[in-house]
């Protein structure tokens, strides 16, 4: 778009820390260094629900600021176009790093898709876009059937069921957001004037302009750096197996059956599971699958029964 508000620019740049922030967390949680379950936590949603709602506000009032300073529909749908392009490159990553949590309709893709219905609109009445921008908001609220529940109806938001996926935002009730930006950035000072910006608004005004380029490499290098720990911060695996033979031990004891009997048994379970570091790891990070559950909890059982123990 044509025109740029540096304090624009910097607020959609400070978006970006609390943005980073939740990601973090979330990376955090995932690879279990972390016990907070940060996608249900109720003070992370809501701080990963608000930083969603700034970018989507700040977008609104860049499409107010575009309109106002001669921006068409060329300059229009090139912005869509990258914002798209990124969106399914984001849906396209996240098929093949964790398929059933997909993102079929993100952020990026609300911004696309929003910002394609939002320009049309750019000189209807401030009382049209509210009441539209109401209607949005609440419908969620006031509609919601299973037939929406439909894969190919994800965009729309309408399903009364919660998606699996890592991130969803669709277009109902959050393009309400982008709507009331624009309403907002009708009243933006186009010419700037005054002193000129301190530092920290020109850093956070630069990581703004380029919001696009570190949303899509802000995960891909956290998950990296985590995976890169995870390997240097694992324990050997002798030592990982002696650390479960000591702890199946000390829990048989705990329960009050005989020292043999303890010992048996937690060497019965080590030596079976010893072929499947991937599976102890799992187990010590507690971030067992469904199945590597059954399958660690069966080779306990079959151990108990060959050490001669009661099952608990």
């Not at 400070?14 to 990601?23: C, F, G, K």
């Not at 990258?82 to 396209?92: G, P």
């Not at 190919?152 to 930006?181: K, N, R």
């Not at 020109?202 to 956290?222: C, D, E, K, M, T």
Request: proline letters at 8%.
């Amino acid at each position: 778009m044509a025109a740029r508000l540096p304090w624009l620019d910097a607020a959609r740049g400070a978006a970006l820390i609390p943005m980073a922030l939740y990601h973090g967390a979330w990376d955090l949680s995932l690879f279990g260094w972390i016990e907070t379950d940060i996608a249900t936590h109720p003070g992370w949603t809501a701080l990963a629900r608000a930083t969603t709602v700034t970018f989507l506000v700040v977008s609104g009032m860049s499409l107010a600021l575009a309109a106002r300073t001669g921006a068409g529909w060329r300059e229009a749908l090139r912005r869509v176009g990258r914002i798209a392009a990124a969106a399914a490159l984001v849906s396209l990553a996240t098929a093949w790093f964790a398929p059933a949590n997909m993102v079929v309709f993100g952020i990026l893709h609300a911004i696309a898709l929003g910002s394609l219905l939002a320009w049309p609109l750019r000189r209807a009445p401030d009382a049209l876009l509210l009441a539209l921008a109401a209607a949005v908001l609440a419908l969620p609220f006031l509609l919601r059937h299973p037939v929406f529940a439909a894969p190919g109806w994800a965009w729309l938001g309408l399903s009364p069921e919660p998606s699996a996926a890592l991130d969803h935002v669709p277009l109902l009730p959050w393009w309400g957001w982008m709507l009331l930006g624009l309403v907002a950035g009708r009243r933006l000072p186009v010419a700037g004037g005054g002193r000129s910006p301190g530092r920290l608004l020109r850093a956070f005004a630069w990581a703004g302009r380029r919001s696009l380029p570190i949303y899509l490499l802000h995960q891909p290098v956290f998950i990296g750096a985590l995976m890169l720990a995870a390997q240097l911060a694992a324990p050997s695996p002798a030592a990982l197996r002696e650390g479960w033979r000591a702890a199946l031990q000390a829990d048989c004891a705990a329960a009050g059956d005989p020292a043999p009997v303890c010992a048996a048994y937690a060497a019965c379970a080590v030596g079976r599971l010893a072929p499947e570091p991937g599976l102890l790891e799992a187990a010590r990070r507690k971030r067992l699958t469904p199945d590597q559950r059954a399958r660690f909890e069966a080779v306990l059982d079959a151990c108990e029964a060959e050490a001669g123990e009661a099952p608990r």
